[in-house]
């Protein structure tokens, strides 16, 4: 105890004059006790002397001892320290605290004010990595719309003047999907206004992130997506044509395709959008990859064939014979290909002998 209250002293001593900041901030993480208002001293000084680096050691140091402060505290301390850093486009606290959320964690200590302002921090961040994606993900858990708004914010950003190597959205989820999935219908309705706001690329960040949380759709999802559909708002069909287009033509879009393809006149340019999605791809391999991809999507379009719907039907035919000219077009430069490869391998056989003799 005696030891303990003289390493408290000198520490006080040292804070006072402002000297070793953070040394003594990092200390606190790993203190055999935890002092609350010595923290909140320590914290102080690290704000008016401007050191970030004192201020994210003493955000590991809130988030690491949350169950030993008042959550009241514990969400001020940790909001002045973010309020700090994102003056001044610093959002490393989310690399501090990543690895450390969860039901008890420093985040469930904030309102939905504060929970707003720590989004805000995080707009400006290039990109929503698996740390920064593990503290939005537990902030959905509890304030799901703050999230979806955070992200249209970063939308935005990106339409307008994003930062350099800016990524609004992130290419897959993991932690985040599962918190953000059952709220269909309010991603979709704010997705829309993303679309209304930019749809020249709406379909690489506001359709790529309905697709990160909904890489199968799920029955929600495709009912709040037919309802858009259904609305016969010309806007509404772009809409939904653009989120189809990152799935890659898969096989469950077929549906949803037909009641477009019903629902618009014949030489609408929408058809030709929604050929790009039902013939979409994605990666494919082995010399005649394409060709097998094509066939695919040739068998499923054929079942069209029988739609009570003669505008449904009219489009198979068109796209089955667009398909049958791709078709052929990629089997025979995939037999070219190989043909040229056989060649140049015979040829370095010819030459590796001649050099052999």
């Given amino acids: 105890e005696a030891r303990h209250d003289a390493v408290v ?70 909001m002045s320290a973010i309020a700090f850093l994102a003056a001044r486009n610093d959002s490393r606290w989310a690399d501090v605290i990543g690895h450390q959320t969860g039901k008890d964690g420093i985040l469930s200590a904030l309102s939905a004010d504060q929970v707003g302002i720590a989004l805000d921090s995080l707009i400006h961040r290039k990109e929503i990595d698996f740390h920064a994606e593990a503290v939005v993900a537990e ?6 719309l703050a999230v979806i708004d955070f992200f249209g914010k970063r ?27 059952p709220y269909a219908r309010e991603l979709v309705s ?22 990160s949380v909904f890489p199968r759709w799920s029955p929600e999802f495709e009912q709040a997506l037919r309802e858009e559909v259904r609305s016969g708002d010309t806007a509404g069909l772009q809409f939904v044509t653009q989120i189809m287009r990152t799935y890659e033509g898969q096989s469950f879009l077929h549906d949803l395709c037909k009641e477009i393809v019903a629902a618009v006149g014949p030489g609408d340019p929408l058809l030709g959008e929604i050929g790009i999605v039902l013939e979409s791809t994605g990666m494919v391999s082995g010399p005649f990859g394409y060709v097998e991809a094509y066939e695919e999507r040739k068998a499923l ?57």
Wanted: charged content about 35%; hydrophobic content about 40%.
């Fill in 9 to 78: 002293c000198r520490l006080q001593k040292w804070l006072g004059a402002g000297k070793y900041v953070p040394q003594i901030a990092r200390h606190l993480r790993f203190a055999t006790k935890f002092d609350p208002a010595f923290a909140e001293t320590v914290l102080q000084v690290a704000l008016k002397q401007e050191d970030k680096v004192a201020v994210l050691y003493l955000v590991e140091a809130i988030a690491t001892r949350r169950g030993e402060i008042d959550a009241a505290l514990a969400g001020r301390l940790f």
């Fill in 301 to 357: 379009i054929e079942t069209w064939r029988t739609d009570p719907r003669e505008r449904v039907r009219l489009f198979a035919e068109r796209h089955i014979h667009e398909l049958e000219q791709m078709i052929g077009a990629e089997q025979r430069r995939s037999e070219q290909e190989l043909e040229l490869r056989k060649l140049e391998f015979d040829r370095s056989d010819v030459e590796g002998e001649d050099k052999d003799g």
């Fill in 155 to 181: 939308v935005r950003l990106a339409s307008d003047n994003p930062p350099q190597d800016y990524s609004a959205v992130p290419f897959s989820l993991d932690a985040l999907q599962k918190a953000l999935s």
């Fill in 190 to 211: 704010a997705a829309r206004v993303w679309f209304d706001d930019d749809d020249v690329f709406f379909s690489y960040r506001g359709g790529q992130l309905l697709k």
């Fill in 139 to 144: 902030i959905a858990e509890r304030h799901p």
